[in-house]
Structures are given as C-alpha cells and as structure tokens.
C-alpha cells in the first residue's frame, strides 16, 4: 500500500481513494446493481421471452448497428475537422471551434426535432433527396444522422489535443529524411492520433447505444423497424412492465460493457505493441 | 564551393527576416552562424534546408541550384532543437525511417543502423523508445537520424539548446569528432559564442537579418570590423578616441583629428598603481568600482575619473564612464585590489574598428531646435544600438550664408533637414566636417536604403559609410547608378560594369551585399523620383567633391516631407 504514496497536494492517500470509491458507487454502481437486481427477479425463461423476442432482436441490431456506423463516421470526419481547426488560422476560426460542443450542449430533443425537420420529405435537404428516392427521416438512415450528429464533438475533442502535439518539426524532419506527403501522413501523423481516434470512436459509439431523445424524433418508431432499444425500455415501462425494461436494460449494459472493454484492450494491446521493442 | 547563398532574402509580414546574405561554405567546412534570437539564423538555416521558401536570391547545393527543389530532394540532413524524433518509433526505426523512404534493402538498413549507432556512441540501444532516454542521447540519436541517407550537407539548428552544460559539452564533442570523422560540411546554428569558438572552422555572426561579418574565430575575436560582432562575441569596451586621420594632407587644409571607435577587450586592459608602473600604453586613471570572483578570472569594473586626466593630461580623449577589465590569477597577485582604490589602466592592444560612424552630434541653432533632433525616435534608437554616444552642440550662426568658424563636432554632425539645411551642411563641411546627417525631425525608420555617389572620389566613404549604417538599420539597401539619358551603348556598359565593380568592393571590403540598378537621366531628378515614389527611405549620398555642396543638390535636402540624407 506505501509504495503507491506519493506526495501530492491533495490531502490523504486514504481519504481521497475512499471518496473516490463511495462517489462512484453512490452515483454509477448503485443504481446498476438495483438493476441488475430487479432484472435477477425474474424468471430465466420470462427473461428470455423478453430479451430474445424478435421486436427486441430487431431493436439491438438498430441500435448498435447505427451507432457503429454514426461512430465510423465521426471518425472520419471528425479528424478532418479537428485537422481544419488545428492546422488552419481562418477568419472565424473560433466560432467554428465553440460550434462543435454545440450538440453537447443542446437538449437532445431539440436536435432532434431540428432533423427531422430537415430531413422529412419536405424539409430542406429532404426535399432534393426525395427524388432520388433516398428517405432519410423515419428510416434508419434518420437514425444514424441523428447519432452522427450527437457523436461528432466526442472524436473531435479526443483529436484536437494530440493534433496539436504532432509538431510542426516532426513534419520539417520526415521531409527533409525524404518522405513524401503522403508518407508522412500515414507513418507519421496517423499513428501519432491513432489512440486518440480510437478513444474519441469509442465515446462517440457508447454516447450513441445510450442516446434517446433526438432518435426518437427522425426514427419514426416503426416496431421492428426504426425502434431502438431505449425506446423499446421505455414503452416497457410505459406498459407498466418494470421487470421487461430492467431485463433489456441489463442486456444494454452487458453489451456496451463488453464492447467498451474490448475496445480499450485492443488499445492497449496496441499500445504495447508499440512499447515493446520489437527485434 | 558545397553551399553558396546568393543575396537570399526572406520577409515576414513585408519585414526582411533575412536580409541579403551572400556566403560560401566549403566543402567539409564546419560553418557556425551564430546571432541573437530573431537575428534571422536560424530562417536562413532553414532555407538551405528547403523548409522555407526565400522571396529572392538563390541557394546552390554543390553546384546544383536547389532555390525551387523541395526539402525531400535537397539530400540533406537536419536537426533539429527539440530533437523531433518520432516517439512512436523506436531508436532503430527512427534511423532507418530515410532508408526505408527510400526503399532500402533490410540488410543493408540493419548494417547502416549499426554503424551509425557505433557512430554515435549508442551501440544496443536500437530497441529503445525515444522517451526512454535522456536528451542528450535523443540528440544523438536525432543526428545519426539525420545522416542516415548520406547526406552531402548537415544543417543542425541549436542542437545544444534544451541540454544542461555538462551534456552539452559531451555531445559539442560527438558532433565534432562525427563531422571530422565523417568529412560533412556542416552549418550549425548557435547563439551561444563559446560553442560557435568551439565547433566552427569558420564564424558568420548575424544580426538584424543580415550576416554582418565571416571569418576563422580568431580573426573575429581580435579583428572584428564591426561593434556588434565586437562586443557580441565575448566582452569589449568601445572607447571612442581621437585620431589623426590617416592619408596624405590635402592641399590648404590642416590635418584634421578624426573620432574612431576602438575596442579594447577586458583582458587586454592592464592595471597598475601608478602610471608610470604601467607596462602599456597608458588609457588613463579610474576608481574600482565592481569586484567579481569568477574562479580563474577576477572581473572589475573601472570608472574612468577626470582627475586622472587632469593630472596627467593623455594623448587621446576617453568617452566611457567605466571599463571593464579582467584579471588572471597572477596579475591578481601582483597587485591586489579593494573597491575604490585609485588604478592606472593600461592598455595591451587595442583595435580599431573601420567604421566612419563613430558617435553622434547634433547641430542646432538653438537649444530647442537641437532638443526636437535629439528626440527623434530613429536618431535615438540607432545610437542606442551602436553602443555610442549622442550630444549637442549649439551654434546660433549655423544656418547663415556666411561661413562662421567653430569647433568640428565629433563624429556624425546631425542637422535638421528643410529650409537651412544647405547653409548648415555648408559650414560644416567647410571646416571639414563628414560625415554629416541631415534628418527631418519626425522621420521615421527606413525600411530602403538608397545609395548613390556622384564622383568616383567619394565612392570608397561611401561604400564605408553604407556598410556601417546597414550593420544597425534592418533595411534593405539598394545602390542607384545613374547616366545622363541618351548617352552611348559604350558609357552604359561602362555603368554597368562600374556598379558591378562596386558590388564586388561591397563585399570584398565590407561582406555587404547589396542590389544595384541602372537608371538613364537627370541625376537630381532620378534620385528625386526614386526618393518621392513610396515613404520610409533615406539616402546615402557620395557628394562629387570632397568638402563641397553643389547648388542643384540642395533639392534633395529641402524636401517637405523630406527623408534622411547622410553625407559624404
């Protein structure tokens, strides 16, 4: 135990790991294990019945199929964004800058009403993408522009800083070692953001699996269709049907859980690939 | 010749950066640049590496005019400060990364990263992460980065920068044996004086964007042409002195004194109790006022009292309050000292500096008049950076047609440009006062230097007199030929060939580099016009006789708003 002391500003070793560990059970291991709880009240097979129905079913693979590609494309573009803002002094620069956290800030139902507005057959982008026959509000598609745009800040957030930390010299010397631009982008630039992306990829998809409130608006709701799995929990709940909502709830928690996990020991393990010396 | 510069400039927001350097480093050679921080060293190093784009002039690697080619295709090697390695990369990866650009077989890569380490000093550690070592290995590191691909050309921009002295000292000594070893001609940027003594065969010493003066640091160290690389590499006094001018005597004129500026390192200065126990020429007497124990050296700093002058009245007149003087272990012995104690100063050897711009006068008719001159800010801020002096002299008559006898001012004679401007420079260049300054009171800093001389008898003063002023103004120069329009194919040739001449004596006897150009017409008119076409400018003006001012030149010093003219 000694040797993890070290001499800090913030009193006590022991006081602050014990507010830390009350802190965080009161306020996130408290309420999950009430749910895991209720959840273990149930029967196996009413659990069953409940997670495994085709209209759940079809739920999950809206839910976390979309967030993972809202998430695909965060990254995308969320790196070019970060780019922009990082490398470019542009009149308005900054108010470009504030934009970004604007989805934070927004109450997410707004967004959402704003999309669909947008969206809907005769909204201002709908309007033109009607004729191609491209749907986008109350279909899936309405669903993952709903998570792209609640993700975007998280990728762009996570980059920003680690954008700024490849210096300009790191550039100067590859070019002047004779590596194109291209080179240096790819062994140079990329690898250096690389668990920052990755880092930003994985609040944008865990953000996404949770959001409720701007998808339900553009999604149209169709059971089977454009129903998502917080939704589904709500109309659970709404039927009165607590035990239901926990069980999806709980499948939620367990799914995310293990992707989350996944995707930090890929990181890690690319981390230590790059740490251990390779030869 | 392995890099030549020609006149490269480069300009920040219309404001040269690097002003016209022109240098030739050989092949092999270890060139240090040292200068200040913002003296343009380090941009300069930059565009022989291809990093930065120059506005004008060219950069020749090996023969091979590299102004448009990109960094990547320059073959060169360069490092950099803050080391810039790649931390994600291993040691080993981070020397191969140009051989694997360039698609080098592993074997070979494997043999070539061996031997750069051995190279080094670092053998084994081709599995380390960069953060797993100190700075002074990263360095180290960051240099055999820089020379794996075999470049003809090492550029390293203040390598030492981030490292303590002691590391600093050890990895001064890596890189030297490294470039003996290796044969590499190398530019190093610097602005610490010790290392550039230390690592460089030869010494280029910038400031302001231009590179002032170049040579082997000895010569620098003990000749030194200019008072910025006098008292920028290592300590020195400037004492302003009186001399007799130097040349035949012209005819109906006495032998007039000239002001010079000399410099006398703390080192060369000698003290006794007495004048007459002094070994050396005596400078004159002064009080100890500092004392500094600094291990092998004792520092002191002697202000220069009048009673020694009065008592013993010297050869020459002393212009600084103190000097400073440093003493060895067994001079420290010989005469020991105790702040206030009343010393004779000696001096070994004292150097002149061939610079015609020695300290400042204003002349005024009156002591307001003379004031609103001293106050100009450009006036005050050049005499500042010369390290010199600047007084006043009033003389009501100054400005009246008839010549009125008085004393010559010291150094440039400063006098306020407009209506009696002709008169003033007049009277003074009657009592063979030059150089002379004619300043607009609420003249700004040029930005241009015009140079034009009007007889070839001025030429030389001229030339002199623009390589001084160029070292302590950031301006770009420009020299102005000018023949009457319609003259003969044979006198243009002529022209030019004659303000080629004067270019290659800029730089033969001043290392200036500056621009020519031609003009065809009226030589007034021309200089007129050139002056009106756009603010910020001054000109250097060689008149056509010595001692004289023609009648049709006085329109240049009578212009509203009007612009600097310095006199010669």
Redesign the interface.
């Known amino acids: 135990m000694s040797s993890f002391r070290q001499p800090s500003v913030l009193p006590g070793f022991g006081l602050t790991l014990g507010f830390a560990t009350f802190f965080l059970s009161a306020i996130v291991l408290l309420p999950l294990a009430a749910l895991v709880l209720k959840t273990a009240s149930m029967s196996w097979a009413d659990f069953v019945a409940v997670v495994l129905s085709p209209r759940a079913l079809a739920s999950y693979r809206l839910s976390f199929g979309a967030s993972l590609v809202a998430a695909l494309i965060n990254t995308v573009f969320g790196f070019i964004v970060a780019w922009t803002l990082v490398r470019y002094e542009f009149p308005g620069r900054k108010v470009l800058d504030a934009m970004i956290d604007m989805p934070f800030a927004l109450p997410t139902a707004v967004s959402g009403i704003a999309l669909t507005a947008v969206f809907a057959q005769n909204g201002w982008i709908g309007q033109y993408l009607e004729p191609w026959g491209i749907k986008v509000a109350y279909t899936w598609l309405g669903v993952t522009v709903a998570l792209t745009l609640i993700g975007l800040p998280f990728v762009v957030r996570s980059v920003q800083p680690s954008l700024l930390e490849v210096?300009r010299?790191?550039e100067?010397?590859?070019?002047?070692?004779?590596?194109?631009p291209l080179?240096i982008f790819r062994?140079?630039i990329f690898?250096?953001v690389l668990p920052a992306l990755a880092s930003g990829f994985t609040l944008a998809f865990a953000r996404a699996i949770g959001e409720y409130g701007s998808v339900i608006f553009i999604a149209g709701n169709l059971p089977m269709k454009t129903e998502i799995t917080p939704l589904l929990i709500v109309i659970k709940l709404e039927e009165f049907d607590y035990n239901g909502a926990a069980a999806l709830g709980f499948v939620m928690l367990a799914m995310s859980f293990v992707m989350l996990l996944s995707i930090n020991l890929v990181q890690a393990w690319g981390r230590r690939q790059?740490?251990a010396?390779?030869? | 010749m392995s890099i030549t510069l020609d006149q490269v400039t480069k300009q920040y927001q219309g404001n040269p950066v690097v002003n016209d350097v022109s240098l030739a480093v050989a092949e092999g050679e270890f060139f240090v640049l040292l200068g200040p921080s913002g003296s343009g060293k380090s941009t300069l190093l930059?565009a022989i590496?291809?990093?930065t784009e120059v506005d004008h002039g060219r950069v020749t690697l090996f023969g091979r005019d590299v102004t448009r080619v990109?960094?990547?295709?320059?073959e060169?090697?360069?490092v950099?400060q803050?080391y810039?390695l790649?931390?994600?990369m291993?040691v080993?990866e981070n020397i191969e990364?140009?051989l694997r650009?360039?698609r080098e077989k592993a074997a070979e890569r494997v043999r070539r990263r061996k031997e750069l380490l051995e190279l080094i000093g670092l053998a084994d550690m081709?599995?380390?992460?960069p953060t797993q070592l100190s700075g002074g290995q990263q360095q180290r590191v960051?240099v055999a980065?820089?020379l794996?691909?075999k470049p003809k050309v090492l550029l390293l921009d203040e390598p030492f920068g981030a490292l303590d002295a002691k590391i600093r000292e050890e990895l001064r000594r890596t890189i030297r044996s490294v470039q003996r070893e290796l044969g590499i001609t190398t530019i190093l940027v610097t602005h610490d004086q010790e290392e550039a003594f230390a690592l460089g065969d030869r010494l280029g010493v910038m400031n302001l964007g231009r590179l002032l003066e170049a040579g082997r640091p000895t010569e620098l160290y003990s000749r030194p042409a200019t008072r910025f690389v006098a008292t920028f590499l290592g300590a020195a006094n400037l004492l302003l002195r009186r001399e007799a001018r130097l040349g035949p005597e012209t005819a109906g004129r006495p032998r007039r004194e000239q002001e010079v500026v000399a410099m006398l390192r703390p080192e060369e200065a000698e003290l006794a109790p007495d004048r007459d126990t002094l070994t050396t020429s005596f400078l004159g007497y002064g009080h100890v006022e500092e004392m500094q124990f600094t291990g092998a050296l004792e520092r002191l700093r002697i202000r220069m009292g009048t009673e020694g002058a009065e008592r013993n009245a010297p050869a020459s007149t002393m212009s600084p309050v103190w000097i400073d003087v440093t003493r060895t272990q067994p001079e420290q012995r010989a005469f020991p000292l105790v702040p206030g104690r009343l010393v004779a100063v000696g001096t070994r050897r004292i150097h002149v500096l061939p610079t015609p711009l020695s300290s400042f006068t204003v002349c005024a008719e009156s002591r307001e008049a003379a004031d609103r001159l001293m106050a100009n800010h450009w006036l005050t801020d050049l005499a500042a950076r010369m390290q010199t002096r600047l007084s006043a002299q009033v003389e009501p008559d100054l400005a009246a047609d008839a010549a009125a006898p008085g004393p010559a001012p010291a150094g440039v004679a400063v006098v306020a440009a407009g209506p009696g401007c002709p008169n003033r420079v007049r009277q003074l260049l009657g009592r063979g006062v030059t150089p002379v300054l004619c300043l607009p009171e609420d003249a700004e800093p040029p930005a241009r230097v015009v140079v034009h001389f009007a007889g070839q008898v001025a030429r030389r003063a001229t030339l002199a007199m623009t390589a001084s002023l160029l070292r302590h103004v950031p301006a770009e120069a420009v020299f102005l030929g000018i023949l009457p329009s319609g003259s003969p194919e044979r006198t243009r040739t002529a022209g030019v060939r004659q303000l080629l001449d004067v270019r290659s004596e800029a730089q033969a006897g001043h290392g200036l580099d500056v621009r020519t150009e031609l003009r065809l017409g009226d030589r007034i008119e021309e200089l007129l016009r050139e002056l009106g076409s756009q603010p910020g400018q001054m000109l250097v003006l060689g008149l056509p006789e010595a001692g004289s001012l023609p009648e049709n030149f006085e329109a240049l010093l009578t212009q509203s708003p009007g612009w600097p003219v310095l006199l010669a």
């Open positions: 210096q010299d790191l100067d010397a590859a070019e002047t070692l004779g590596a194109t080179y062994r140079i690898p250096t790059i740490v010396a390779r030869r | 930059r590496a291809g990093l990109s960094a990547r295709e320059r060169v090697g360069f950099f803050n810039a790649f931390r994600h291993t080993g990364f140009a650009v360039r081709d599995d380390r992460l960051a980065r820089a794996a691909h």
